[in-house]
């Protein structure tokens, strides 16, 4: 899959070439800052490698390189849910911090809904941020995405206790704001 952002980057499929990179922009001690500690610090080549074999088995794909035409720069993807939650999906992304700022990251965010909302029966992406993130938390607002609330202390991480804001997009949200 290749979706164009503008001249300059893109949402692309993984390859087997994005592990050098994303070994070297996900080690970035800010980048896991605000993720979950799943995502392993250091980043290692070999966290990138399986990584992209993770990502490459999922059908239908559902999680994308953020890309400049020589390197991949970041990631954004869905989570889809099971159960009674099952038309809903969780979104995640991350930017190599020296792209920040550049809107980049509310084009991924934009295209992937787009890619969801078109092509899926999904009727709610969901997100759920830090609540120091501020930059995380703009990029949703700009997405359209609205505060649902704010879990209280329900985040520890680096040994500290903060809260998780949530935030959504509903599908009539999306159509409405097309």
Not at 55 to 69: L, M
Not at 93 to 106: F, H, Q
Request: negative net charge; charged residues 30%; contains cysteine.
């Amino acid at each position: 899959m290749h979706y164009p952002l503008s001249e300059d980057y893109c949402l692309r499929s993984y390859v087997d070439d994005d592990a050098k990179a994303l070994a070297h922009h996900a080690s970035n001690p800010n980048i896991a800052k605000f993720l979950r500690d799943q995502f392993p610090q250091p980043y290692t080549r070999a966290d990138a490698e399986a990584w992209i074999r993770h990502v490459r088995g999922r059908d239908p794909e559902t999680i994308f390189a953020i890309a400049t035409a020589e390197e991949l720069i970041g990631n954004v993807g869905l989570y889809p849910q099971d159960d009674v939650y099952r038309l809903s999906a969780e979104l995640g992304y991350w930017l190599a911090e020296e792209y920040w700022g550049r809107g980049i990251v509310s084009g991924a965010v934009k295209a992937i809904c787009e890619i969801a909302f078109s092509r899926s029966d999904m009727v709610r992406i969901f997100s759920c941020v830090f609540e120091d993130n501020v930059g995380s938390c703009r990029v949703l607002e700009k997405c359209g995405f609205r505060l649902e609330g704010v879990h209280r202390k329900a985040v520890f991480k680096a040994g500290k206790i903060t809260g998780e804001k949530m935030y959504s997009l509903l599908r009539e949200e999306w159509q409405a704001a097309r």
